[in-house]
């Protein structure tokens, strides 16, 4: 049974904004110090998150969970081991805050500098994954951040652990634990009100399924940063080497089909269609892979079955996949806009024309030629950890690092100069 | 009378979507020949422009509308010159759009660039001033994004003829006319049905009064850059050269009391206080300056009123402001942190430590030492023209020149990779 805890979200939020100031300003060695810290502190008190987790097991099994949502949910040594590991190459990362982005000296001598800042509250929405406790912790603590963490009911007994930890943890550095808070509650209200609490959150991050995340952008009024629905798409143009545009199109759909960068309708030209359809049939039927198609598709591929409009619109997380045949590349970029979610999006091509054009019109925070859209990852790309990857087109796009997680202040240094 | 004209507000924003998709590819001197057409267009058209003025001005006469609210709303040909210059200084600034902001290769050879990009659809909702219709149509078109126009009611017959000369000017250049969009409309709903129109509109620009930014930000979906409200702060420590204290105070007071970079409080430290009360009053005096102060404040200042909840937390945008007396920097830190409004806050004083606990801790798009507010501002910072000056924290913050009016995206070209 879920304990039902009173909370009171506005004052932990000024919490966490009273923390987050001092926070702001500790030196870099200071805070990787404390993730360090919270590091070991996981580790020593493997058993207890366990036997926490062990609590959330129990309760997901009686509500029948499904096997991929118990997974999610799952923690064991290795995994604990994980996320400690995971604070420590945190701690590794460069600190994007106090950095000079720019500097300038006005005619009357007024110095004009801009420097990175932490936002200062983050407010962290989450479901099912326990690790995304104590990941976004270590984002949110090395840039300077407080954070707000309202994980999801069926975690509530792990996350209550974890982050019970991490405080205790805390105790032993610099960094207020206050700075951490854990929102302990399976109560709705509790996380509508940090819809709204815009004078003590400077960011919302939802991090979850499509519901979650409409949710809080439909009702949010503190800015949100949009994370990752991937309804991504791979156009295999006339002019597309098969060999690339089968080995793409199969590690798009298959290497992870529940996360958001697989690839969940092919668009396929009808003359790479009509060259290649044997290839493509047996390819399609190697790797497991149903289709949902367009007439075309169907037509062409025996046993798809004709695609309904939520096929198009949605993520499939699954080895189906939504196929339509076009004439040429404006038809695919038509449809890219109709239906995708500017998550991923790839051509696979060796005309440079062609390419010019797709990478021009598509609007997706990430667009390939001739790759994969497995590589939207902050750790694929080189930033290691990141906090989401997001689809909305202000401040932070795409995979979201330690950066994302800073603002910039102009800060002005004179001697009395007046306009 | 103003007419009443059915609009179709989605219509209106789709033909700007479609519009912005070819706009986001062309090149900058084609942006540029087209900007300079419609100034010239503009000023050929004054006659025009200035009979539509009149039957705004003629209406706002018959409401009742105060000078200031008058002047403005007025145009002559002094001022329609003006805005035609504008666009053609938009013309010489760099084009940020298309700029390759980072660019690395991953270990299997895979290209990952970060481009800058048009955001795609700015929809621009403001008050009375029929130059914003201008200004922001170039900064729009220059950065390679078309714009959704929603202007007060009160300047709707200045606009809609602006506007229809905008648009007869780009029939003659290779931008399309339908990148402009003008919401023919005094009706409240249709601002409204701007609001959520995420699937065609990327941010949202409130510009005007604090109850417009509010209407916007507590009711949309579509993000928004929340700008404008300047509740400023002017911080005299103890260790402040009282001379350019009071240059500074005087200078963003009195220089444009209406502005969003004026100082509307000022906060003294006590021994500041004490050793220059006389000059003190005798600055105020002589500056037609009045003072709602707190209890110390009115205690050494003849004639201040007691200040009121309000008087600390909304501008005055007139020659009055508010006076608190503090015994360190930090009294004054908490009090910008409660009744600030992220803007432009600044500490007269001349011990670094000081400066540096003030400039670390308070939260603001801006903070001076030693100089007045007033410099909170695109031309005043050298960025040419600016959309706004932008209160919220994501994206663009502070003074908002072209490059605020672009994300960026991924591009990544390989030859084959996958995960």
């Not at 420097?115 to 270590?138: C, F, H, S």
């Not at 793409?248 to 759909?253: G, H, P, S, W």
């Not at 806009?337 to 797709?358: C, L, P, W």
């Not at 990857?389 to 800060?411: E, N």
Request: hydrophobic share 40%; net charge negative; glycine share 8%.
């Amino acid at each position: 049974m879920t304990t039902m805890t009173k909370v009171n979200v506005k004052q932990q939020a000024q919490l966490a904004q009273k923390a987050s100031k001092e926070l702001g300003l500790l030196p870099t060695g200071t805070k990787n110090q404390a993730l360090l810290t919270i590091a070991d502190h996981l580790e020593a008190n493997t058993a207890a998150i366990l036997a926490a987790n062990e609590k959330d097991l129990a309760n997901g099994r009686e509500a029948g969970y499904d096997a991929a949502y118990m997974d999610r949910l799952a923690l064991d040594t290795d995994r604990v081991k994980d996320f400690a590991d995971g604070l420590r190459q945190v701690a590794k990362l460069e600190d994007p805050s106090g950095e000079v982005t720019d500097e300038w000296t006005l005619d009357n001598g007024l110095n004009v500098q801009t420097i990175r800042v932490p936002l200062g509250v983050i407010g962290m929405i989450y479901e099912a994954r326990p690790n995304v406790t104590a990941d976004a912790t270590g984002l949110a603590l090395k840039s300077g951040n407080a954070i707000v963490l309202k994980g999801g009911s069926s975690a509530i007994n792990s996350n209550r652990q974890i982050v019970s930890v991490m405080k205790e943890a805390l105790e032993h550095t610099e960094i207020s634990s206050d700075a951490v808070q854990f929102i302990d509650s399976t109560d709705r209200q509790a996380t509508e009100e940090l819809f709204t609490m815009k004078e003590h959150i400077d960011v919302l991050i939802p991090r979850g399924g499509g519901k979650l995340i409409s949710a809080v952008v439909n009702n949010a009024t503190v800015p949100v940063l949009e994370t990752g629905v991937g309804n991504c798409h791979i156009y295999i143009d006339k002019d597309a080497d098969a060999k690339k545009a089968f080995a793409i199109l199969v590690n798009a759909k298959t290497d992870r089909p529940a996360v958001c960068n697989a690839a969940e309708t092919v668009i396929i030209h009808e003359a790479f269609l009509n060259a290649h359809k044997d290839e493509l049939i047996e390819t399609l039927k190697e790797n497991n892979i149903s289709v949902y198609g367009d007439e075309a598709a169907c037509k062409a591929l025996p046993g798809a079955e004709k695609a309904e409009e939520e096929q198009w619109a949605n993520e499939f997380l699954s080895l189906d996949i939504a196929m339509k045949i076009v004439s040429d590349v404006d038809e695919a970029i038509s449809h890219i806009d109709e239906y995708g979610t500017k998550h991923s999006e790839a051509i696979v091509t060796d005309n440079e024309e062609t390419a010019k054009r797709f990478k021009g019109m598509v609007d997706a925070a990430a667009i390939y030629q001739n790759a994969s859209t497995r590589f939207t990852d902050g750790s694929a790309l080189g930033f290691g950890a990141e906090i989401g990857i997001s689809t909305q087109k202000l401040h932070a796009r795409g995979p979201m690092g330690l950066p994302a997680l800073t603002t910039i202040k102009y800060v002005m240094t004179g001697d009395g100069q007046i306009r």
